[in-house]
């Protein structure tokens, strides 16, 4: 499937981004092998600028290069290919003040594989906004 640029959804982000005070990433996350099935996952995030409603954070583990053969309809006899499928979603976990830390040990069954990444998120939870995404990456087993 051939990529579409969308340049006004491109210039949105640009403007958003200007307008943000540049004061760094304030999260972090880090994920580490337990063995072969799995990840002991941490996360600090801190908020550095004043949010108007509660905000809330969130994890997930996903896991890249997945395929499926599709048998029958109208997309039958093609092969579908996924990225970034969410195998675990931990949330919504309530900050203090303006941070929230995580941390928890869960089971990832294809780990092995070295297409598990872990993504976490601060969200305001009256507007939505994200006030701040982080990820690992792809994690090499052990």
């Excluded at 990433?25 to 002991?40: F, S, T, V």
């Excluded at 003040?97 to 092995?112: H, K, S």
């Excluded at 601060?122 to 507007?127: A, E, F, G, N």
Aim: proline fraction near 7%.
């Amino acid at each position: 499937m051939k990529r579409r640029s969308l340049p006004w959804v491109h210039a949105a982000i640009g403007a958003a981004i200007a307008a943000r005070p540049n004061a760094g990433p304030g999260a972090r996350i880090e994920a580490e092998p337990q063995g072969p099935r799995a990840l002991k996952i941490h996360v600090d995030g801190l908020v550095a600028r004043p949010v108007d409603g509660p905000l809330h954070l969130y994890v997930a583990v996903t896991e890249d290069r997945l395929m499926s053969q599709v048998s029958a309809g109208e997309n039958r006899g093609v092969r579908l290919d996924h990225d970034h499928v969410v195998r675990n979603w931990i949330g919504p976990i309530a900050l203090r003040g303006n941070q929230a830390t995580f941390d928890r040990v869960v089971d990832v069954p294809r780990l092995a594989n070295g297409n598990i990444a872990v993504a976490a998120f601060l969200q305001d939870s009256r507007t939505a906004e994200v006030v701040q995404a982080v990820t690992t990456g792809l994690c090499k087993p052990s």
